[in-house]
């Protein structure tokens, strides 16, 4: 497992301190390991919807879409009972 050091201000460090007080986590390392992982979940996310953005456009731009002009459209589109 690779080790590193980092710096950071004092109010930072009280912070970390503190979760670990409260039992969050057991350690430092424990609550950096999180903190990557929810980094990495987040970028994870973000290129999902890109790629759904993308694939939008792709098919707005061919045509592969459905004009609604009135709530009744939209409510068939999604089988509204009203």
């Known amino acids: 497992m690779m080790r590193k050091t980092i710096s950071m ?8 301190a503190a979760r670990i007080k409260r039992g969050q986590f057991n350690n430092e390392s424990e609550y950096f ?7 990495q979940e987040e970028e994870e996310r973000k290129a999902y919807l890109v790629s759904r953005l993308e694939s939008g456009s792709e098919q707005l731009a061919s045509g592969a879409y459905s004009d ?4 009744g459209e939209i409510d068939r ?6």
Do not use: C, H, Y
Not at 68 to 71: E, F, G, H, P
């Open 9 to 16: 201000p004092d109010l930072m460090a009280d912070w970390i």
């Open 68 to 71: 609604l002009n009135s709530d």
């Open 33 to 39: 390991r999180d903190l990557v992982r929810r980094d």
């Open 77 to 82: 589109l999604f089988d509204v009972e009203g």
